[in-house]
Structures are given as C-alpha cells and as structure tokens.
C-alpha cells in the first residue's frame, strides 16, 4: 500500500493556480506527474513530467492432449508471472501565438522503460491411464529496457468564421527496445518418483531481443463550411516507419553458449503509407447526409536476413463512407451508415519472434499478414424523451482477410512436440446482428445506460487443404450505473459480459468483469476524494478450447487481478 502526492501548477500571465493529486494504490501501481505552464506575451512555455511503477501479476493453466498412430502426448501446466514495470517520461516545448488566430507548438518527448519480469511454468507429464510421468519446472527471469525519443511541429489557423481552419502536424521519432532473459528448467519428478538425486539444471539457456525503430509521420487538415448547413473537410497523412529485430536463443552445453538456429534471425520491417480524404456533408429538411472518400496506399517490405526470405505488399485501396439522417420529428430519426474499412494486424502478429518461457506453447507471428478489409451496413431508429434516449438498430458486416491465430503441433530443435500459434489470414466472414442502446434518468442524478448486442456470424477458410469453419451466436452487453447522492456524492458501477462463441478450431468461454467506484467532494467543491475498484470480483480470464480429432487444448489465461485505487484531488 503505498500513498504519494503530485503538484501540478500553472502561471498564466503571472497568476498562479493549480492542483494537487494524491494516488493510494493497493497491490500493484503507483504514479506520480508534474505539470508546469508558464505564460508570458506570446509564447506559452509548457513541461510535464510522470513516473509510473506497476507490478501485475498474470497466471494461466493448459490441458494438452495429442495423440497419432503410436503415441499420446499428454500434459498439464501451470504457470505463475509478475512483470514489474518503471517508466518515465519528460514533455517539453512551447506554443507561440502568432497574428491572424495561428499557432505554432513545438514539443520534444523522451521517455525510459524498465521492466522486469518473473515467470514459474510446470509442466507435469501423464501416461494414456493418467500416472504421473515426469514433472518439469521452468523458470524465467527476464530484464528488458526501452528508450523513446520523439519531436513534433504542429502548425493551426483558425480562418475567419466558425470553424474554418487549417491544421498541421509533422513528429519524427526512435527508440530502441532491449530484452534479455535466462532460463533454466529442472527435472524434479521422474516416473511419480523424486529426482533421485539429480541436481543439474535439465537446461540452461538464454535469449537476447534486440529492437531499433523509428518513424515519421506528417498530417494536414482542411475545414470550412459551405453555404448554410453544409461543411466540406480534406487532408492528407504520410507515414514511414522503419523496424530492426534481432532475436536470438542460446543453450548452455559443453562449457559454452550454442545458438540454437531455428530461433535465431534479423527481422527487417519497413512500411510507407500516403493518403488523402475528402469528407461533404449538408443537410435539407428533413434530410441531413455526410459522403466521404479516402484514398491510400500502402507498401510493406520484409526481410529474414539469417534465412533470406523477403516479401512485400503493395496496394491501393478506396474506402467510401456514406451517413444519412432523416428526422421524422424533434425525437425521432432513423440513420443509416455505410463504410468501407481496412484494418491492420498488430505489431506482435508481424514479428516471426516471441517469448521463449514456455518451450512448449509458442507464440510466432507472421511476416506475411495482410490486412483485414470489410463492409458495414448500419440501420437505426433513434427515439429522444426528457429523461433518455434508445436506439435499436440492425446491421450486416462482411469482411474478408479475416486474421485468426492457428494451433498447430511441430517438433522443436531437440524433436519434442511443441504447440505452436500464429495468425494468418484465414477466412472470409458474414456477420449480422441486431443492437440495442439505451440511457435513461431512472430518477434525479441516478442514470443508468448499456446497450445489448446479439450477432450471428459464419466464416469459412482454408488451411493447409483443410477447410476451417465456425457458425456462431454471440451475446455482449453493457451496462453503466452513474448516482449522485447527498450533493456531494457520487457513484459509479460498469459491468461487461461477453458470451461465449464458436471459432473455425473450437470455441471461447463466456467473460464478465465489473468496475465500481465511489467519490466526495468536499470544501467547497475544491477537494475530491475517490476510490476506485477494478474488477471487483476478480473474474477477468479468457478462457479456449480446442476440439480436434488428434488434438485437444484447454487453455486458461489472466492478464489481470482486482485493483484498488485511491484518488486525492485539491484544486487551489
């Protein structure tokens, strides 16, 4: 349980104000910030400072049986991890005001990231008649550092009328990533018996990740409204990023450090994109509209230095967007919304590199993804009263490209069976669904909101001549809780379930969390006291089942624990 405190003041034209914002956390994080204005004739200096500590620990159970024509694999594991995280961060830089409404910021960032991270797997070996065996601890203990640096222009006119401007944005930035970890895993159990005297590790090894980036990204925006109601808005963005990944294991046999070639290679990532928007909207009574258009193109090159593979994409794309609002009276409308979207895979699904604390499940992700591209059509009627509002709607999604993480047995350097998971674009999907949103003042200063979604999706594709497919329902809901009680008093209560569904492999367990809070002010409005609970009953897992005729996995992961937070806040 630790309490500390944090000043943030502002000078404004010599004038001084600011506030004061204490955080008692339990369990697992803590944070400090300072922010400093000062202003004076046209130039606004400005710097700010956080620090934040944050332990969270994570645990996760695996069930894995395999079976082929002479042998069954079966096992169950276990695995415990506390990552503590330290990092820093300094902002600095200045608006200057300049005549005509313009403003030009310039800021630098540098940021410091230390993490440390503690991880126990054990493994326990069963026979078919389920005897114990052999039973394996793993354990790894890992250091990784990263340094962040980042500079920014911003450029804004404000043009004569509401509304009308010109904006800007140029930021250039680098960093580097360092991650080492040492492993060793230990026979203790052999045949249901203790080790019988072995005390050398059954294995010593150790991986070195090696991460340099950078990247450059420019943005303009263009707004002005047109006649009466209307409004016409454009841009353009470019971005370059550029990413190095060195990724190496190593075991210790023979007195020396070997590497061990299969996990061991130079990733180069290098990826352009340029495009340019147009957005019009207007409206004629009863009929409000807004049409869009983006243009983009993209290009991707790859490169596994160690192994020579290279690869590289390059496409255009078109992405409209339509709105249309027809208000039947002052509280009813109905909308309708089309799109086309694109969307790309996640940094780690790229790399061919991941974790090696758990030698049995592996995480590999893949050069090769391409994005995820889709179709929505949306429907709603939208109803307004005094105290709430409501808005059932219907809605059809089509997506192709669709990204899905694959399950498949392999045989590591040593010829043990290794489980191995990586995405890869897998299907095409239908999905249609219906939604409902709905707020509401049940009584003064109580609200209460959520919405209720029911969707039905099918998705087929195929893998390794294997067609994959799922049909499946899902249920997610919402709901948010807001009261002010006592003037002075204020809560708050969210909680989210997601039901289960069916994937192209097997099928994912339902999961429900809730967070919950309680606030007062006091003197005046000037002190705010709060304390925040997150996850309260501590039931934020995802859990998946794989069901396949020669293999089966059930697999439990907790990324998370139930958090108390305090807040103390003083406006002066």
Excluded at 91 to 108: K, M
Excluded at 216 to 234: L, Q, V
Excluded at 297 to 325: C, H, K, V, W
Aim: hydrophobic content about 30%; proline content about 3%; some cysteine.
């Amino acid at each position: 349980m630790v309490m500390f405190c944090c000043l943030i003041i502002y000078l404004v034209n010599y004038a001084l104000s600011g506030r004061c914002t204490s955080y008692l956390l339990i369990f697992f994080r803590k944070i400090a910030q300072f922010r400093f204005n000062y202003h004076v004739n046209s130039i606004n200096w400005f710097l700010s400072t956080n620090a934040r500590y944050r332990t969270r620990p994570r645990d996760g159970e695996i069930f894995q049986q395999s079976t082929s024509a002479d042998t069954s694999y079966i096992y169950r594991q276990n695995r415990e991890s506390i990552n503590e995280n330290r990092r820093g961060r300094v902002r600095f830089g200045a608006d200057v005001y300049l005549p005509a409404e313009q403003i030009l910021t310039a800021s630098a960032r540098f940021s410091v990231r230390n993490a440390d991270n503690t991880s126990d797997v054990s493994y326990t070996d069963y026979s078919i008649n389920d005897d114990v065996l052999r039973q394996i601890d793993r354990e790894d203990n890992s250091d990784g550092r990263n340094n962040d640096y980042d500079f920014r222009l911003e450029y804004e006119n404000r043009f004569e009328g509401d509304r009308h401007r010109l904006t800007a944005d140029v930021n250039f930035g680098f960093g580097r990533e360092k991650e080492q970890s040492h492993l060793i895993q230990i026979l203790n159990q052999f045949n249901g018996e203790a080790d019988g005297g072995i005390d050398e590790p059954l294995q010593d090894q150790r991986t070195d990740n090696q991460e340099r980036y950078s990247d450059f990204r420019f943005r303009s925006d263009y707004e002005r409204p047109i006649g009466n109601g209307s409004r016409f808005e454009a841009g353009i963005r470019s971005s370059m990023d550029r990413m190095r990944n060195d990724y190496t294991v190593e075991e210790y046999l023979e007195e020396s450090w070997v590497t061990i070639p299969s996990y061991h290679d130079n990733f180069n990532y290098r990826e352009m994109i340029h495009a340019a928007y147009g957005i019009f909207s207007g409206k004629l009574e009863p009929l409000s509209w807004q049409f869009g258009l983006r243009a983009e193109q993209t290009g991707i090159d790859t490169e596994l230095a160690q192994s020579g593979e290279t690869g590289r994409q390059s496409y255009f794309n078109l992405f409209p967007s339509m709105s249309l609002t027809w208000q039947i009276s002052e509280f009813r409308s109905i909308q309708t919304n089309y799109s086309r979207r694109l969307s790309r895979p996640r940094s780690r699904w790229i790399l061919p590199f991941s974790g090696y604390a758990d030698s049995r499940n592996i995480f590999r992700g893949n050069p090769d993804l391409e994005p995820e591209f889709s179709h929505s059509f949306e429907t709603g009627y939208l109803r307004h009263w005094e105290s709430g509002s409501a808005m059932p709607s219907v809605y059809y999604r089509y997506r192709t490209g669709v990204i899905e993480r694959i399950t498949s047995q392999e045989e590591n350097f040593s010829g043990d069976p290794v489980t191995v998971r990586y995405p890869i674009n897998l299907a095409t999907e239908e999905a249609w669904g219906v939604e409902l949103t709905a707020d509401q003042e049940v009584f003064n200063n109580f609200q209460l909101s959520g919405s209720l979604n029911y969707a039905r999706s099918e998705s087929a594709g195929m893998y390794q001549g294997e067609e994959l497919t799922s049909s499946t329902g899902s249920l997610q809901s919402r709901i948010r809780v807001r009261w002010r009680f006592l003037d002075s008093w204020n809560f708050y209560s969210f909680l989210r379930y997601r039901g289960p569904r069916t994937t192209t492999q097997g099928r994912t367990s339902a999961m429900s969390f809730m967070n919950t809070g309680l606030a007062k002010q006091m003197f005046d409005r000037s002190l705010t006291v709060s304390l925040d609970v997150r996850d309260l009953l501590n039931t934020r897992q995802r859990d998946r089942i794989i069901d396949e005729p020669d293999f089966y996995s059930e697999r439990r992961n907790t990324w998370s624990s139930r958090s108390i937070r305090m807040n103390i806040r003083y406006r002066f």
